[in-house]
């Protein structure tokens, strides 16, 4: 193993467990945010450390310490397993975590003649790691529910239960109907089969050339994932809090980030498998680096563009009306911020001029790219996860029956008949 | 069955029902249309940005925190009837009575206390009072302490609330 392998190695998992974990508290707040504006309210935007309140995000890390020093209550009525009703929220936050370690996050680097993955384990069965790893996380759902001795969270871990099972079977027809149509199992050679075009303009994405299976994959992930509108293991009108009835303080905040955690993972899935991973539309990874320097200038023009809209829209949302009299500090943080943004715009100019005109590598060339698909990674998954939000606060919760009616008889025969055509096209066409 | 019994026909159930999407789309449509318009102008969102902005919309009719009114001459209008006491649902107030000397009345409270944190606002006292004596028009919402002692108001305090709505003396005693 070389030093590159190693440090690549590292730099992939430090990068994993980041954007896993980091993600929790602005997707919390995303969501509080997101579900305020969509209300036509403010949300919480006072929250600050030393005056910076970076649009509210602090609150997330101060509803970390409150939930951290609240009294560990533990009903008295558990006697037995009790270890287990504690591990269950483990469970299931680990489970979810550990799936989201199977994506690659850039293409695979070649440094001095050795591939390298941009993925956290680096696995080229990424497709089975993440259904077997992501389905553990009901297990722990299970256990919380049953081992909480209470009838609303044995029914809320029945529900969940019975929900993954009906909607695993129609992930799995259609997360296979994608392996045959890319001819894998591994994330990252699906994500380089979708860099082709498809006809000359459209982006070779999942959702253009299997549109049911790519709706199938998604309704079945918003299911596993618990989010709306199938959350019916906690629907708080019928069965109080469900399967976290009995939970209190950091063992609900467990299953809470939990939640989120598989949230990001299952974007990261949909984007992987459907809308083409890290790429960008009709960019493949040897279009990049080929044309490196168009791609740098493109870049350098690219950055600044972005900035000065994103400074417009802070200067203009980081204030408070003009009827008030006092701005809360938001002055001071909005030039502070300004300054850092532009200086951080320098930076990047400085280092984009560095690579491709003053001292033009392979290697460097190579890192850049990586680097860019790291970020527009990021920034679709994030796009993703606000999806999933704006989702949550439009549609209303389905009724169980309901739930199961979907399943078992719309999705499942849908995304069997959908891997049928599939197979038939792809030995027929040979594709 | 009754002839007044009306049965309405179910909407049937076309395709488009069935697929869910198109209504999905239609309802995505209008949450992503607030979450963008807002997202673009955050100060055009109609929200009292409390504590800086405060309510202006408080009417005289308002039950905020409760005052003794005055005389003319400025001696308290309370006449120690306990009919406020006698009214309240929570038992929170509590009077002593005393004679008055000076010849104006015959009774005056020696003390008046009312526990707010037992106060369930429901205005009982001020409909019960004879005098006109105990008014809830200071158009105060919002009360803070550091402990449970600072709540209990006692007469000093409440004779010296003022009325938000111009009725500054008892409308009952002259």
Redesign the interface.
Known sequence: MSTASIFVALISFILGALLALLTIPVLVWLERRIASLIQDRVGPNRTNIFGFRLGGVVQSFADVVKLLLKEEYYPSHIKMGRWLFMLAPVITFVAAFLAFMAIPFADTLLIDGELLRVQALPIDFGVFWYLSIGAVGVLGVIFGGYLSHNKYALLGAARAGSMVISYELALGLSVLSFVLLYDTVDFNAMVIWQSQTLFGSLPAWGIFIQPLASIILIVALFAETNRNPFTVAEGESEIVAGYMTEHTAMKFAMYFMGEYVAMNTASAVIITVVFGGYQLPWVSTAMLLENFTTFTVTLMMGVPIFLFIFIKWMRKNNRVKETLSSDGGRNFETKVLTTALVLMGLFIEMLLLYVSFIAPSDLGATLTVAIFQVITFVIKLMMFNIFFIIIRWTLPRFRYDQVQKLGWVYLLPLALFNLFITAIIVVGVGL | MSHNIKITARPERTLKHNLY?PA?YA??K???K??FT??????A???L?YP??QPTDISSRYRGLHRLTHREDGTEACVACFMCATACPSNCIFIEAQEREDGVDEKRPKSFFIDTLECVFCGYCVEACPCDAIRMDTGIFSLTGDKREDFVMDKEMLLSHKGAFGEEVSCARG
């Open positions: 999407l999905i309802g995505f209008v949450t992503f607030h979450f807002n997202l673009n102008d955050i100060n969102v109609e929200t940005r800086e902005e």
